[in-house]
């Protein structure tokens, strides 16, 4: 993704990539800010309730504190077969979920998960890396299975829902 006319406050855009970099499993490189560009490694963003995911994103910082998207690498997000919802009996019950599903090649690997909630849904966006284009890869699907944890402390009882890339399970609190 080239130049576009996204804009958001410093601030705005601060609390995105901290919500982001903080509720990401395992670890993730900092974003830096240095002559009017915002630098962030990986984020991922939830348009019209699908989860998109990015790599190598550049911010500039205009005279009025917006910023306008330089380029933004699209990761290209894994399939997923299956989810399924495994819940702690202890007090408050700890919820994570199994993803089950192919990567495009061997070659890529899974990146951090992007987990978002809004009320009783969750949305995980779930992307591999990109192979360089010098890289070559038997072009075979590789299978995977990968265990992410639900932030639900202190969340109200009731029926939630967790989708993963499109495929989506319910459970109850």
């Given at each position: 993704?080239k ?6 406050s410093?601030l705005?855009?601060?609390?995105v990539?901290?919500?982001f ?8 490189q ?5 002559e009017?560009?915002?630098q ?9 309730g ?7 994103i550049q ?18 997000l894994?399939?997923v ?9 202890s007090?408050?019950?700890q919820?994570s979920i ?9 070659c890529v690997?899974?990146?951090n ?7 009783f849904?969750?949305?995980?966006s779930l992307?591999?890396t990109k ?8 072009a075979?699907?590789e299978p995977f ?5 639900l932030?639900t402390?202190?969340l109200?009882s ?5 989708n ?5 399970e319910g459970?109850?609190?």
């Amino acid at each position: 993704m080239k130049a576009s006319s996204f804009t958001c406050s410093f601030l705005q855009a601060l609390a995105v990539v901290s919500a982001f970099l903080f509720s990401s499993t395992g670890f993730a490189q900092p974003a830096t800010f240095k002559e009017g560009i915002l630098q962030i490694p990986q984020t991922a963003a939830l348009m019209k309730g699908e989860a998109q995911y990015y790599n190598d994103i550049q911010l500039a910082l205009d005279t009025n504190g917006n910023f306008t998207v330089l380029e933004a690498e699209p990761s290209p997000l894994v399939f997923v077969d299956s989810v399924t919802v495994i819940m702690t009996k202890s007090l408050p019950p700890q919820v994570s979920i199994v993803v089950r599903g192919n990567k495009s090649v061997p070659c890529v690997e899974l990146q951090n998960p992007a987990i978002f909630r809004d009320g009783f849904s969750f949305t995980v966006s779930l992307a591999e890396t990109k192979m360089g284009p010098a890289e070559t890869c038997i072009a075979i699907i590789e299978p995977f299975e990968t265990h992410i944890r639900l932030d639900t402390v202190g969340l109200e009882s009731g029926l939630y829902t967790v989708n993963v890339n499109g495929k989506e399970e319910g459970f109850s609190l």
